[in-house]
């Protein structure tokens, strides 16, 4: 657990004269499954994005294996062939098969013969379950499919890190068991993972590490059984409180 | 975005006016020079040297120019324009205009002559130059057999329709205050009126009436002529006097031969008629 | 059934369907330049300059404010007038089809393009696509099939409007209609009527199989 796959340093992020994320250092190491918490508009999906060079940055830096990630730069392409990102909203793409969808990049990027692509596709298709949905349109899927089908769309690039952020909030309650438990299961095979979510039991099991994110910096970072049982600020201790409920 | 849409209003007006003046612009420069003007009109050697003239026609006003069922061009107009390609000894090149875009037709010379039953007004003679006139129109006055209306005095005391705004309305309201006027929109109401004995007669450009009369048994035409007579003429670009003149000396020479009743024959009378008496409608050498 | 016998008296049925030749042709022309010139000003449309937006956005309000037989009087006699450039009717009215064609076009794909969720850019990108295949990918496909309905409707409204062009001396579908009608006014008085017919008929033909297609591209996209 020594090698580092996203180094953070320094990171400024504003948008015009609002600053969301200020002067803030963060590493992932290898294998290692971060979770970052906080409320709303505490610049934990914003930090996200920024990971993936979706964001223009104020200061400091992102790097992959020691590589600068910057937005609009010319690589940038190559680089994020490396880092897989599922969003919020259902983002597969509606004129292709869920096959299609997934074999796209491995093909079309990494000009991978496309035989062994989809064999590769409908093997990550088996392991979420949705082998038979091979050739349906995402209008024929429920949510819950579409966020395996997209993790599965990420992961057939085998990145070296994957980024989640609140794939599980657009979804109805049923639905999103299914999708976390697939999460949990690249988690116990060594997938790096840096995830946003609301899910705190979820976040309890997944996690290696818990980062709780507030006002654009670090308040808080510790193993997942410190925090949530043991927090030590003021602020962790009142957010975590929202999430309990007593007469 | 609603900022946007005005400059656009603004704009397009603009570029109305803008080409609005540029018509005016024509009409004021296109003196006698005309050769090396833009849109410029074509002198007859040139149209001779080019071996073709170009003539604007209607292409569904029967009699006058129109295309029959062959898919030829025929009518009082289209007669002429064969003879003029004749004498001219060139090919000739039929363009179908319509009413509406006569006077432009010849102000961008994209004809060399209109023959598209153009009535002679002062407002037009501005813009283009008429030729003498090949055909006239006047008022026409139809009435039931059993009781022909054969002068306009006869109408005197009696009830005659007319289509609300047109010249015959005009005519009678200044010149026969004693005759009843019963007033219709449209020409069809006039004609419905007429047959079922509502009024006496029916007054309106006798080239209508007659042709109405030929196909309608039991109505005759009693009046063929009456109130002010419209000369109808082929019309050059303005300025092209070379050509007008040729065209003058054309219809003179014709008049000879009475062309233009050979014309009437076979053209006007399927419609109008034989019965009919010619020179109120054929104009010979250019003498009204 | 009177009058029905003109259609086919002579080369009249034969004179229609060339007047619908005439019509199909310079709709087919017009929406062919239209689709290169719309496409890019599209495009054009798309940036976020606001000189470039102000400008093609004015464009487009003239275009939509001016009628088009206006349009037609403007490009057949003011041209010749303005440069003494003598331009046929049918050149003329294929500019003035153009003209208006790649200002409807533009603002389609435009807001095709517009429609696009952000996410499918993000998502896009975040699989490692370059902007060319991303966009070769996945933007346009999904862009044309938003696009495909508006464009053939835009295609039926053209062919409804070549009538306009009699008055430069182009005889369309219509005209020759006219033509029929008045040559055989005295002898079929009720001809009228079923030339007309005739001509929805020819206009119908052309223009069910259309919004068939759209009508069904239009469903499959609501499907999806």
Known sequence: MSEHIIDINHLVKSFGDNSVINDLSLSVSKGEVVVLIGPSGCGKSTLLRCLNGLEP??????????????HGSAGLHKIRQKIGMVFQSYDLFPHMTVLKNVILAPVKVQKRDKAEATEAALALLDRVGLKDKADAYPSELSGGQKQRVAIVRSLIMNPDIMLLDEITAALDPEMVHEVLNVVLDLAKNGTTMMIVTHEMAFAEAVADRVVFLDGGVIVEEGAPAEFFHNPKTERAQRFLKTFTYSR | MNFLKKIGAVI???????????????????????????????????????GRITIGVFSDKMPFGYVDNSGDYQGYDVYFARRIAQDLNVELELVPVEAASRVEF?????????????????ERSRQVDFALPYMKVALGVVSPDSAVISSADELNGKTLIVVKGTTAETYFTENYPDVKLQKYDEYNEAYSALQDGRGDAFSTDNTEVLAWAMSNPGFTVGVESLGSIDAIAPAVTKGNTELLDWLNEEIKALGEEQFFHADYDATLAAVYGDTVDKDNLVVEGGEM | MRGIEVLFLGNNMLRLLSGLWVTVRLALISIGFSLVLGSALGAVMTLKNPVVKVLTRVYLEIIRIMPQLVFLFIVFFGVTKLTGANLSGEVSAVIVFTLWGTAEVGDLVRSAFGAIPKHQFESGASLGLSKLRLYLYVIFPQALRGLLPNIINLSMRMIMTTALVSLIGVTEVLKVGKQIIDANRFDYPNAAIWVYAAIFLLYFLICFPLSLISRRLAKRRADK
Do not use: M, P, W, Y
Request: net charge negative; glycine share 10%; aromatic share 2%.
């Open chain 1, 57 to 70: 940055i104020q200061g400091g830096s992102v790097s992959l294996h020691g590589e600068a990630v910057e």
């Open chain 2, 12 to 50: 397009s007006a603009a570029i109305l006016t803008l080409s609005l003046a540029a018509c005016a612009n024509t009409e004021n420069s296109s003196g006698a020079s005309g050769g090396s003007e833009s849109g410029s009109f074509r002198t007859i050697d040139e149209i001779k040297a080019e």
């Open chain 2, 106 to 122: 010849l102000q961008t010379a994209k004809v060399d002559i209109i023959l598209a039953n153009f009535t002679v007004t002062e």
